[in-house]
């Protein structure tokens, strides 16, 4: 009798904890997701336009408290594609806050807003790297928080063996080696030719008739020129100073819409 007591006191613990540990977790979503969807209303009545969001952080609510790693992949794009479509003749306003992700939805997002026939505008309030910056560029305005950044839209190529490294590294690895090179460092250094040449048209693409050729050589030089890392922080000055439409007044909702977050770390703390 005691042994079948203990048995049931552990089974009701047992499903007690998964219940917490599943439960708990999509609860939480559903609240945080509730005051996001306030806050865009709240914005778009404040603004006059269609507000899209694409949000990319390390979020601690899933199963188990397991982090969630996003990153801009193909229902990001079938999700703004409808966005963009749903929009009709109202501007856009989409906030963008993205380490990147695959280039293909990253350019299918830039077009369609780049088509839109009203105003477009991406507001960046932290970052917005690799295809984050793709899709800023097909706007007709970038608004930065001062200390936001931007960055390069290099390809990266590579296999799965190997690992993915820019387009201009493989070119300077089988320049120096020569000869010497394998033929899998010539075959990566034919498809860099290849996807160099083609970001390029799509910067000038995403850039016709919004700077001239000047300043278009300066932006290709500094996102596509390989003189620096992927990974390099472009800021609002720089970006302004190439020419780009970047204004750095961030609206304050914007900051409270991304404070709705729960980030898996939270190291700092200060009083609000």
Partial sequence: MDNMNTLDLLTFFFIAFVLYAVLLPQFQLWNLRRSRIGLI???????????????????????????????????????????????????????????????????????????????????IPHYAMS???????????????????????????????????PAHSWIYATEMKGKNADDVSFVMRHISEKALRMMRDHLRELLEDRVDEDSFEKIARMFLGGESIHSLPISSTQAKEMGLAVTTEVPPQVHRYMSTFRTVKSSVEYLR
């Fill in 131 to 165: 295809g984050g910056t793709i899709i800023a560029l097909a706007c007709d305005e970038i608004v930065m928080d001062p200390d936001a950044v931007i960055g390069p839209i290099d390809p990266q190529v590579g296999d799965v063996i190997r690992g993915s490294y």
């Fill in 41 to 123: 209303r709240e914005m778009e009545k404040a603004w006059g336009s269609k507000v899209l969001t694409m949000v990319h952080k390390k979020e601690a609510i899933s199963l188990l408290g397991l982090p969630i790693y996003q990153f801009i992949d193909v229902e990001d794009a079938e999700e703004l594609l409808r966005g963009i479509r749903s929009a009709g003749h109202e501007p856009i306003d989409v906030i963008v806050h993205s380490p990147g992700g695959q280039l293909l939805p990253s350019i299918q997002i830039a077009r369609a807003l780049r088509n839109h026939p009203e105003k477009t505008r991406a507001i």
